[in-house]
């Protein structure tokens, strides 16, 4: 691994002349660097990179960041980003030289330890990244880092657990100005999300900047409310993950700078538009269609409620306490569009742990139903019952396990007859959901107990045996709102089971069967 030692010479010259000053027109510079390979036994991230890339869209959409003064590096190493941030600090000198203000933004997304960024192979000490941002000759400052540790489905991000990551004003340099975010605390992980298809601490950054952490409404939002926001909502979700809470952490020494906007969403709606959310639920944007990536979104909570975006569609998921709503919206440009729920569509959360790739990794619950199945033995009534038991939904099989009672009568000149089974039996289906139904193909397996009773003026004790069912099903359900769903399904099985023959011994039957099943449920 090679450390980005750059002379200490070239870091002095970058910083020579470093001084805030108020000029007639303010230029904006970002550098953003995102990377999913970190050093040697770093387990790699899946969306440092696609972070990297929601912050440089919303700084250029929304911040007023124009092309040229911005800089995107996606896995590079960190003497390249050295040297893009030396280089920028020479074009802001140049701006203070001609009377110019200049405010500079720096995000890094990756792997990190308490000494430097993993960025690739080339590690960048974190004492010199803070050096060339603090002693940038620009007015205003801002250093976001999103980094720590490394895991699973919700990843942490970086290597291993090691001493405090540390982030802090250098005595030696001006703070004037100056606002240092990170992801988390010293000893904490920043964690990653496959839902949000990133971390969870950009998502609500870039979500605040896009007009969520608007507090005031003065179509301004502020590093202050960007940070507020992020920091209330990555709490709240980190929460609800195994790895546990995740705390963001900023110092701002701002000495008379005031809220300091870093975009402005009053405005979009000119180039591009704004969507307003209702309240009630919390809404995710996706760009395109489902498949997109995600754009921003909208706490159940929050206060302000409109999104500055690009015109264009967009998929919208939004959760209720118990299902899902999702529908395409089309934003035109300088469009205000007035988001109605009646525009979605609800998907029950079983549809949503089959599709997979989600933040929901299966549905659950009871049902219960009637049955009828063909007759074991010629001249007898069709088995009539009922069934109930418990199935999970997961995205490629549904699991069910049931247990069922039916009855069979038979009846003649001197004899009646019942037949009562009471069976357990386990089955799995793939199912495919269509647009009103989902249709199901399976196997299933099972035991029952048959008794057999018989009322005649002559001798026929009754008899208990044991059976034994193989079968295939083909079936189809309606889900209806809040988790219910109606079904039915056809069982065409082989029951294998004890019968008498006419000599008095038992022999194994086999008789093929045909069970049709009607019943709801209820899926959690």
Known sequence: MKRAGLPWIALAFALWTASPRAGAQTQRYAVIAGNDVGAAGDVPLRFAEADAQKVHDVLGGLGEFLPENVVLLQGRGGAELARVLIAMNARIRADATAGRDAILFVYYSGHADNQALHAGAELLELELLQRLV????????????????????????????????????????????????????????????????????????????????????????????????????????????????QHPTFRFDLKGKGAVPLTWVSARAGRGGRIEFPPGHAYVLFAGDEQGPVVAEVGEHDRRRVLALDPGPYFVRARASDHLLEGLVELGRGQTLQLQQSQLEPVEYARLARKGGTERAQAHGPWIAYQLRTPLWSGASACQGARAGYSVALPEVTLSAGLGACRSLFENAVLDARADELGLEIAAAHVWDLSALSLSLGAAGGASWLRQRFDTSGRAPGRDSLGLALGASLGAARELSHGYQLFAEAYGHVMFFEQSGADGSDDVRAKPALRLTLGAGKLF
């Open 134 to 245: 603090q002693g940038s000759s620009a007015s205003f400052r801002v250093l976001v880092l999103d980094a720590c540790r490394s895991g699973s489905l919700t990843r942490v991000k970086g290597a291993q657990k090691t001493a405090p990551f540390p982030v802090l004003l250098d005595d030696q340099l001006s703070g004037e100005g100056v606002a240092v975010l990170t992801s988390s605390t010293s000893d904490e992980d920043a964690q990653e999300s496959d839902a949000l298809r990133g971390s969870f601490f950009t998502h609500f950054f870039v979500s605040g900047l896009r007009g969520a952490a608007d507090r005031n409404g003065d179509g301004g939002v502020s590093v202050e409310e960007a940070y507020g926001y992020a920091y209330q909502h990555t709490l709240r979700a980190s929460s609800q993950t195994l790895h546990g809470l």
